[in-house]
């Protein structure tokens, strides 16, 4: 599948959002985190943000992105409009959430409740994010439970990574943040390597004989293709760049999005502040590229039943 | 709204085609875009209409296979494929804004332009490769079996099919109700084993191939031979062979 990097963006910053979002939430709503405004600010400032820009880099890739509101009203049918309806949804206790912490300075009570319905609501949209693809049965790899577990994962992993580069920063650090963020980080790293290792194994269950119901005639090639140039389905869903590279991607996925923020954050914790915070925010780093990687092999290594037409 | 047609539809339209006599003229596909360019989904935008790396909007397109391997053991068949008007249509429940939908009355999937936002997850849905981004209009596009032809009272009776069946020179392509058991296509389908494309992705599509029939081919004709060595044959047997050989 042709990775469209408004998708790639949206997909890996939302996840991260909400990760951000859901764990703040229920530190705060725990009493792990102070209920001061300026950290309130920065942490739902930066979950909030990352969703809203994923959220607006998923409509660059329309063809009408003025009717985007459009996409609330199908959820009954459609994964896609239920990512929507609960992505907006999300933001109503958010919001509520949010005005306590930063604005009145208390994440008990009702704010309590409404950052617990924030936490639910947004680990239902990354679940229904990862539906999309996971409800495809044109494409073997994605039609699996791996996925939406990866996506859940990963937006867990990233948001507990952020979550430390926050608290360090603010100096409200606490050894229970390395323990979650090194668990999903670890957690993360098996998932993700269950899936590739799937992916390495299964093939489509259609093949040139199934889908043209000739292979009871012998074996089907394609002798000629029906356009001398590619047409839309053949770039769509036809992409080939990535898969040449695929073993040297994960390689890097494997490095920077899993080992090297985890060597990061465990050297943080025997480190003194200041080392720490600078390690955390390598680990940051190395994060951010092992995502877009991965997430662009998600979609780079994803091959669709039509092409099978093709004879590819 | 996205969701199928809580029960059947009353009629269920689609094509029968026929492998055994297409003889892959492409003019079913020519005639399809030259109807709907004009109908209820045009224009069927051309990008880089001259250049060198054209592509543009098609609601059919012709495969060629060769099946049963190579050379005088094989077979070439030339397989369109179009819009399957599928019964489990994936496409239409994808669609996250309405504009995607299976008629009840007659089963046919269109795609209302006014509201597709362009997502191309129905294209994402469809194992057939039927849907199309019309990258000029920013909508996804598909066969409409010519819903603007087929049900068209200004026209002859003889002409309401759509443009593929018209056009086909070689009557390979049966338009007809599959929910009428005694319609030409459910004839057809019933005694020449009419199958589905691709049936193991659950879509069940209305629309049905006829098989190619038996091949009526005798044994392989051996390649021509080398012509006989003149080794022992006198000069003058040599020149009249030269001769005879002009």
Same mark, same amino acid.
């Given at each position: 599948?042709?990775?469209? /990097?408004?998708?790639?963006?949206?997909?890996? !910053?939302?996840? !991260?959002?909400?990760?951000?979002?859901?764990?703040?939430?229920?530190?705060?709503?725990?009493?792990?985190?102070?209920?001061?405004?300026?950290?309130?600010?920065?942490?739902?400032?930066?979950?909030?943000?990352?969703?809203?820009?994923?959220?607006?880099?998923?409509?660059?890739?329309?063809?009408?992105?003025?009717?985007?509101?459009?996409?609330?009203?199908?959820?009954?049918?459609? #994964?896609?409009?239920?990512?929507?309806?609960?992505? *907006?949804?999300?933001?109503?206790?958010? !919001?509520?959430?949010?005005?306590?912490?930063?604005?009145?300075?208390?994440?008990?009570?009702?704010?309590?409740?409404?950052?617990?319905?924030?936490?639910?609501?947004?680990?239902?949209?990354?679940?229904?994010?990862?539906?999309?693809?996971?409800?495809?049965?044109?494409?073997?790899? #994605?039609?699996?439970?791996?996925?939406?577990?990866?996506?859940?994962?990963?937006?867990? *992993?990233?948001?507990?990574?952020?979550?430390?580069?926050?608290?360090?920063?603010?100096?409200?650090?606490?050894?229970?943040?390395?323990?979650?963020?090194?668990?999903?980080?670890?957690?993360? #790293?098996?998932?993700?390597?269950? /899936? #590739?290792?799937?992916?390495?194994?299964?093939?489509?269950?259609?093949?040139?004989?199934?889908?043209?119901?000739?292979?009871?005639?012998?074996?089907?090639?394609?002798?000629?293709?029906?356009?001398?140039?590619?047409? /839309?389905?053949?770039?769509?869903?036809? /992409?080939?760049?990535?898969?040449?590279?695929?073993?040297?991607?994960?390689?890097?996925?494997?490095?920077?999005?899993? +080992?090297?923020?985890?060597?990061?954050?465990?050297?943080?914790?025997?480190?003194?502040?200041?080392?720490?915070?600078?390690?955390?925010?390598? +680990?940051? *780093?190395?994060?951010?590229?092992?995502?877009?990687?991965?997430?662009?092999?998600?979609?780079?290594?994803?091959?669709?039943?039509?092409?099978?037409?093709?004879?590819? | 709204?996205?969701?199928?047609?809580?029960?059947?539809?009353?009629?269920?339209?689609?094509?029968?085609?026929?492998?055994?006599?297409?003889?892959?003229?492409?003019?079913?596909?020519?005639?399809? @875009?030259?109807?709907?360019? $004009?109908?209820?989904?045009?224009?069927?935008?051309?990008?880089?209409?001259?250049?060198?790396?054209?592509?543009?909007?098609?609601?059919?397109?012709?495969?060629?296979?060769?099946?049963?391997?190579?050379?005088?053991?094989?077979?070439?068949?030339?397989?369109?494929?179009?819009?399957?008007?599928?019964?489990?249509?994936?496409?239409?429940?994808?669609?996250?804004?309405?504009?995607?939908? @299976?008629?009840?009355?007659?089963?046919?999937?269109?795609?209302?332009?006014?509201?597709?936002? $362009?997502?191309?997850?129905?294209?994402?849905?469809?194992?057939?490769?039927?849907?199309?981004?019309?990258?000029?209009?920013?909508?996804?596009?598909?066969?409409?079996?010519?819903?603007? @032809?087929?049900?068209?009272?200004?026209?002859?009776?003889?002409?309401?099919?759509?443009?593929?069946?018209?056009?086909?020179?070689?009557?390979?392509?049966?338009?007809?109700?599959?929910?009428?058991?005694?319609?030409?296509?459910?004839?057809?389908?019933?005694?020449?084993?009419?199958?589905?494309?691709?049936?193991?992705?659950?879509?069940?599509?209305?629309?049905?191939?006829?098989?190619?029939?038996?091949?009526?081919?005798?044994?392989?004709?051996?390649?021509?031979?080398?012509?006989?060595?003149?080794?022992?044959?006198?000069?003058?047997?040599?020149?009249?062979?030269?001769?005879?050989?002009?």
């Amino acid at each position: 599948m042709h990775p469209a /990097y408004s998708v790639i963006l949206f997909t890996t !910053a939302s996840g !991260a959002g909400y990760g951000l979002l859901v764990l703040a939430a229920l530190f705060a709503v725990a009493g792990l985190l102070p209920s001061t405004a300026l950290l309130g600010f920065v942490t739902l400032a930066l979950a909030l943000g990352l969703i809203a820009a994923g959220l607006a880099s998923s409509t660059f890739h329309l063809g009408h992105p003025e009717r985007a509101l459009r996409a609330l009203t199908q959820w009954r049918s459609s #994964w896609l409009s239920r990512e929507g309806v609960l992505a *907006a949804a999300t933001f109503l206790p958010a !919001a509520l959430f949010a005005v306590g912490w930063v604005f009145l300075g208390k994440t008990g009570g009702l704010f309590a409740w409404a950052g617990v319905a924030a936490s639910l609501l947004a680990i239902a949209t990354v679940v229904a994010t990862s539906m999309i693809y996971a409800s495809l049965a044109t494409i073997p790899q #994605w039609h699996m439970a791996l996925v939406p577990v990866g996506y859940l994962a990963l937006g867990l *992993a990233s948001g507990a990574v952020l979550l430390e580069l926050v608290t360090r920063a603010f100096g409200v650090h606490r050894a229970t943040f390395d323990a979650v963020a090194i668990v999903a980080l670890l957690v993360a #790293w098996a998932v993700k390597s269950g /899936y #590739w290792s799937t992916i390495d194994r299964i093939t489509s269950t259609s093949d040139l004989g199934t889908a043209t119901g000739l292979g009871r005639f012998g074996a089907v090639r394609l002798l000629e293709q029906p356009h001398t140039e590619a047409n /839309y389905l053949m770039h769509e869903m036809g /992409y080939v760049v990535a898969r040449k590279h695929a073993g040297r991607l994960r390689s890097i996925a494997h490095v920077c999005l899993f +080992a090297g923020p985890l060597l990061a954050l465990v050297t943080a914790i025997f480190a003194p502040a200041v080392t720490a915070l600078a390690l955390t925010v390598g +680990a940051v *780093a190395a994060l951010v590229v092992g995502l877009l990687v991965e997430r662009w092999l998600f979609f780079a290594e994803a091959r669709h039943d039509c092409m099978i037409w093709y004879g590819r | 709204m996205t969701s199928l047609p809580a029960t059947r539809p009353a009629k269920r339209l689609g094509l029968a085609i026929d492998l055994d006599t297409c003889v892959g003229c492409h003019a079913c596909a020519t005639n399809c @875009k030259e109807w709907n360019t $004009g109908g209820m989904s045009g224009p069927l935008t051309d990008v880089e209409a001259y250049g060198a790396e054209q592509r543009g909007v098609w609601f059919n397109r012709v495969f060629t296979y060769e099946v049963g391997g190579e050379g005088g053991a094989g077979r070439t068949v030339h397989f369109p494929k179009n819009c399957m008007h599928c019964e489990n249509a994936p496409c239409v429940t994808v669609c996250p804004t309405g504009a995607s939908y @299976k008629r009840s009355a007659d089963g046919i999937v269109l795609v209302d332009h006014d509201k597709c936002i $362009g997502c191309k997850l129905c294209s994402w849905a469809c194992p057939y490769g039927a849907r199309e981004y019309d990258e000029v209009e920013g909508v996804m596009k598909k066969c409409t079996l010519c819903a603007d @032809k087929i049900f068209n009272e200004t026209l002859p009776e003889v002409d309401r099919v759509p443009a593929c069946v018209a056009a086909c020179p070689a009557k390979a392509r049966h338009f007809g109700d599959f929910a009428d058991p005694t319609s030409t296509v459910s004839r057809l389908v019933a005694d020449r084993g009419g199958y589905d494309a691709m049936p193991e992705k659950g879509c069940r599509p209305t629309s049905k191939y006829l098989p190619p029939r038996p091949g009526r081919r005798g044994p392989d004709v051996p390649a021509p031979t080398e012509r006989p060595a003149l080794e022992g044959a006198g000069r003058f047997l040599k020149w009249v062979d030269r001769v005879l050989s002009r």
